[in-house]
């Protein structure tokens, strides 16, 4: 329990987009958390950080004139196998 959560994401194989509001109160937490998955990563290819602009954390519940739907099913279209 005394390991940090996101100290061995960087080994992470799969793909993994993180879908983000450029306004969302974690925003920081996202880019954080994204450049550790990657740095020192030799599995980069298949990570996507995705920014919505002026979006925040609740507008991408249930706001779809804002999600980018075409962005994440082009991301899954190319990642998932």
């Known amino acids: ?3 940090p959560i996101l100290h061995y994401s960087n080994e992470i194989r799969n793909a993994v987009l993180v879908v983000h509001g450029e306004k ?3 925003y920081y937490f996202g880019k954080d958390a994204y450049n550790d998955m990657i740095n020192g990563s ?3 290819d298949n990570k996507e950080f995705l920014t ?3 979006a925040v954390h609740t507008d991408l519940y249930d706001r779809k004139d804002i999600i980018p739907f075409d962005k994440i ?3 899954l279209v190319k990642n998932i196998k």
Do not use: D, E, I, L
């Open 1 to 3: 329990m005394n390991m």
């Open 24 to 26: 969302a109160h974690s």
């Open 42 to 44: 030799k599995y980069t």
């Open 52 to 54: 919505v602009g002026g």
């Open 73 to 75: 099913t082009n991301f």
